[in-house]
């Protein structure tokens, strides 16, 4: 099936639209200071509780070196902490530190804000199509990843 140019335009308009009411082009998310990637790495971590850096790779598409440096960062910053597996010691698990869980909880409650905020306006039956079809999109989506 080949889309026609009319449905590509609204597609790619609807993601810049959504991208930029959500601001995941600011500089620092929801005035975190870090970027969308790294607060979306503190958040997977935070949902998993404890990982090793592929499964961040794989979950969010991320370059390993990338992902490295990130890591790196938010060590550094004192929001992870690595240590070794004990099934594997050629695998670190990582995890947030007490600070990483506190920024992760603050992450999780902005989040959470500026989606409620976002539909503030909308009646019930408004915020339900709205979810209906949220739903739907990542639904037909996932089929194709």
Avoid: W
């Avoid at 790495?41 to 490295?68: P, T």
């Avoid at 594997?88 to 600070?99: A, C, F, S, V």
């Amino acid at each position: 099936m080949s889309l026609n140019g009319t449905s590509v335009a609204d597609i790619r308009q609807f993601n810049r639209f959504y991208t930029n009411i959500l601001g995941l082009l600011d500089k620092h998310v929801l005035n975190t200071g870090y970027s969308f990637t790294e607060a979306r790495v503190i958040l997977e971590i935070g949902f998993m509780g404890q990982c090793i850096a592929n499964n961040l790779v794989d979950k969010l598409d991320i370059d390993r070196s990338y992902m490295s440096r990130i890591i790196a960062k938010l060590s550094k910053d004192g929001l992870l902490m690595k240590e070794e597996s004990t099934s594997d010691n050629r695998t670190n698990l990582i995890r947030l530190t007490p600070q990483g869980i506190e920024l992760f909880n603050q992450l999780n409650q902005k989040s959470d804000e500026q989606i409620e905020s976002l539909l503030q306006g909308l009646s019930e039956t408004e915020i339900k199509e709205i979810h209906t079809c949220m739903l739907l999109i990542q639904r037909k989506l996932e089929r194709l990843i």
